[in-house]
Nanobody
Framework: QVQLVESGGGLVQPGGSLRLSCAASGRLYHIDIMGWYRQAPGKQREFVASITSGGMTKYADFVKGRFAISRDNPNTVDLQMNSLKPEDTAVYYC?????????WGQGTQVTVSS
């Protein structure tokens, strides 16, 4: 079993920045993909960004140039969010894929509002 715990959400003004972090624990394999998804009220959950254990990154078009995903160690993943917009308001979820299985965190709320 794998547990994921997110942190770093909150309220920020438009144009501001936030940094989300996700820590994985449990039965972890060294080959994996970790990423971030988000779900706004009334909308489906959508992909934001991902990074493999080898460091390859992928981004949704709507965050390119504003968000950056990184990993300081194999068990954590961060999402630096800059130039935030009201439409970035959502619950942000961390996900880890390994050995054909996907694990989700409980989510952290990000609200962009003046």
């Amino acid at each position: 079993q794998v547990q994921l715990v997110e942190s770093g959400g909150g309220l920020v003004q438009p144009g501001g920045s936030l940094r989300l972090s996700c820590a994985a624990s449990g039965r972890l394999y060294h080959i994996d993909i970790m990423g971030w998804y988000r779900q706004a009220p009334g909308k489906q959950r959508e992909f934001v960004a991902s990074i493999t254990s080898g460091g390859m990154t992928k981004y949704a078009d709507f965050v390119k140039g504003r968000f950056a995903i990184s990993r300081d160690n194999p068990n954590t993943v961060d999402l630096q969010m800059n130039s935030l917009k009201p439409e970035d308001t959502a619950v942000y979820y961390c996900k880890r894929n390994q050995v054909g299985l996907g694990y989700w965190g409980q989510g952290t709320q990000v609200t962009v509002s003046s």
